[in-house]
T-cell receptor, first 110, second 114 residues
Framework: RKEVEQDPGPFNVPEGATVAFNCTYSNSASQSFFWYRQDCRKEPKLLMSVYSSGNEDGRFTAQLNRASQYISLLIRDSKLSDSATYLCVVPRPGGFKTIFGAGTRLFVKA | NAGVTQTPKFQVLKTGQSMTLQCAQDMNHNSMYWYRQDPGMGLRLIYYSASEGTTDKGEVPNGYNVSRLNKREFSLRLESAAPSQTSVYFC?????????????FGPGTRLTVL
């Protein structure tokens, strides 16, 4: 089993839709989690951090379920500019070896 | 503030050639990282430097060497390039130690080895 797994998609949604991505992780000792956004042929950039049960920032909500070992990202009222790849990121406890998921591709259509 | 800069942006090598990828950050961060990104796979850590003067292997260090020249600069060297090293290489830096903090990435170097 991979340490971090994501549905690769792609998710194709119309503008205004609500879309959710899940990410499962295998190390139950992990304490902090991140969602990064990566535009085509660009570098990843931090979207949200998740340290406890969840986090909300405008149209974006991240939830953490420790019992089932997954985090989710919910995007409400999707915009064309939300089209990107979303990376789930889980730092390994006690070290520097952060694990990046392969990413979920989202296409928002007009 | 330029953030994290990388040079070159693109490079084509022949098998067996060597090259050094340069990375610099101006955010006074302690930790720096080198990753590679291949289609369908997440970023994989090649080497990291927890602080100035230290370097350690990541998940996929074979075929690479690194130098933490000073607090700002962290270079990645391919001694004898192989086609399997065709990839996009990202340098990153972070402030807090232990990787439990936001990582800031450079724009990447697209390397093709023929």
């Amino acid at each position: 089993r991979k340490e971090v797994e994501q549905d690769p998609g792609p998710f194709n949604v119309p503008e205004g839709a609500t879309v959710a991505f899940n990410c499962t992780y295998s190390n139950s000792a992990s304490q902090s989690f991140f969602w990064y956004r990566q535009d085509c042929r660009k570098e990843p950039k931090l979207l949200m951090s998740v340290y406890s049960s969840g986090n909300e920032d405008g149209r974006f909500t991240a939830q953490l379920n420790r019992a089932s070992q997954y985090i989710s990202l919910l995007i409400r009222d999707s915009k064309l500019s939300d089209s990107a790849t979303y990376l789930c990121v889980v730092p390994r406890p006690g070290g520097f070896k952060t694990i990046f998921g392969a990413g979920t591709r989202l296409f928002v259509k007009a | 503030n330029a953030g994290v800069t990388q040079t070159p942006k693109f490079q084509v090598l022949k098998t067996g050639q060597s090259m050094t990828l340069q990375c610099a950050q101006d955010m006074n961060h302690n930790s720096m990282y080198w990753y590679r990104q291949d289609p369908g796979m997440g970023l994989r850590l090649i080497y990291y430097s927890a602080s100035e003067g230290t370097t350690d292997k990541g998940e996929v260090p074979n075929g690479y060497n690194v130098s933490r020249l000073n607090k700002r600069e962290f270079s990645l060297r391919l001694e004898s390039a192989a086609p399997s090293q065709t990839s996009v290489y990202f340098c990153a830096s972070s402030d807090l130690t232990g990787g439990l903090d936001e990582q800031f990435f450079g724009p990447g170097t697209r390397l093709t080895v023929l």
